[in-house]
């Protein structure tokens, strides 16, 4: 088992910048990567961005260039900065962890951007 919990949502204005966290517990000894989701109202669920255990990170083309995903292993943490932020950004995140025996989701941080 592996418990999944996000952090840093929040409302920012448009240009703004928020810092995602998703705390990793339980059973991650064999995590092959961890990733950002995202889902707005009446949307499927998206990627944003991924990263593998070997460091390797992969960006939705809608997010390159304004959010960054970065994992502390020493923490357990994953991280999604974001910035230059944009009302279409606006959407519950949910980090998801891949493991050798399956995936796990959190509960989601709602991230809304409005003036």
């Known amino acids: 088992q592996v418990q999944l919990v996000e952090s840093g949502g929040g409302l920012v204005q448009p240009g703004g910048s928020l810092k995602l966290s998703c705390a990793a517990s339980?059973?991650?000894?064999?995590?092959?990567?961890m990733a950002w989701y995202r889902q707005a109202l009446g949307k499927q669920r998206e990627l944003v961005a991924l990263?593998?255990?070997?460091?390797?990170?992969v960006y939705a083309e809608y997010v390159k260039g304004r959010f960054t995903i970065s994992r502390d292993k020493s923490k357990n943490t994953l991280y999604l900065q974001m910035t230059t932020l944009k009302p279409e950004d606006t959407a519950v995140y949910y980090c998801r962890a891949q493991v050798s025996a399956g995936e796990y989701w959190g509960q989601g941080t709602q991230v809304t951007v409005s003036s």
């Open positions: 339980g059973s991650i000894f064999s995590l092959t990567s």
């Open positions: 990263i593998t255990s070997g460091g390797s990170v």
